[in-house]
């Protein structure tokens, strides 16, 4: 069972940037593991703010972004605003078995 | 408006059964694969399994906890999908989700799942 990991909590500044990273242990993330980022906030069921690596929803607000970077899928945030404060999860997709696996989640507090 | 509306969850004693519905509407339903995603209290997201679509033979995939347990069906002349769990263990207690993928990428608010006696 391949382990997804993330940074278990991160800090930015109101109007800053911020990169979340999601890394595999089977060694590089690629856009074949179709990459997915999601947010939750407390109480709250999750959304998903990019699909595939770097797509957005309509909902998802321009300062996110999702990219690879040094063999990890990343999520940028530029502009940080005290309402992006919540828990952020990757989702990898692994083609030996068809199967998913979240990391463990990103606390990001807006402070 | 799109919708995703997970039912069927409750208190169930170890060893028994429970089968959840995730009913949609607003989107394309038959061609999206959906996702069942579970978390315990306090915990993060873990993803229980998928079913693809027809185009894909309806494939199904698992996570290693549930496997030979739950199984994830569903009916496209319904816009609803399923997930039926047996066999029923304590650390199966979680809100379960169900949610679509890429660009139908959309949740449900979840039903709660208690295995306990």
């Known amino acids: 069972q391949a382990v997804v990991t993330q940074e278990p909590s991160l800090t930015v500044s109101p109007g800053g940037t911020v990169t979340l990273t999601c890394g595999s242990s089977?060694?590089?993330?690629?856009?074949?593991?179709?990459p997915y980022w999601f947010q939750q906030k407390p109480g709250q069921a999750p959304r998903t703010l990019v699909y595939?690596?770097?797509n957005k929803h309509s909902w998802t607000p321009a300062r996110f972004s999702g990219f690879l970077l040094g063999g990890k899928a990343a999520l940028t945030l530029s502009g940080a605003q005290p309402e992006d404060e919540a828990d952020y999860y990757c989702l990898l997709f692994y083609t030996f078995n068809g199967g998913g696996v979240f990391g463990g989640g990103t606390k990001l507090t807006v402070l | 408006e799109v919708q995703m509306v997970e039912s069927g969850g409750g208190l169930v004693q170890p060893g028994g059964s429970l089968k959840l519905s995730c009913a949609t509407s607003?989107?394309?339903?038959?061609?999206?694969?959906i996702l069942w995603v579970r978390q315990a209290s306090g915990k993060g997201l873990e993803w229980v399994g998928h079913i693809s679509t027809k185009a894909y033979t309806y494939a199904t995939a698992y996570a290693a906890p549930v496997k030979g347990r739950f199984t994830i069906s569903r009916d496209d002349s319904e816009n609803t999908a399923y997930l039926q769990m047996n066999s029923l263990k304590t650390e199966d207690t979680a809100v379960y989700f169900c949610?679509?993928?890429?660009?139908?990428?959309?949740w449900g608010r979840g039903t709660l799942v208690t295995v306990s006696s």
């Open positions: 089977t060694g590089a993330v690629t856009s074949g593991h179709y």
């Open positions: 949610a679509g993928v890429g660009a139908s990428s959309f």
């Open positions: 595939d690596t770097k």
């Open positions: 607003g989107f394309i339903f038959s061609g999206s694969a």
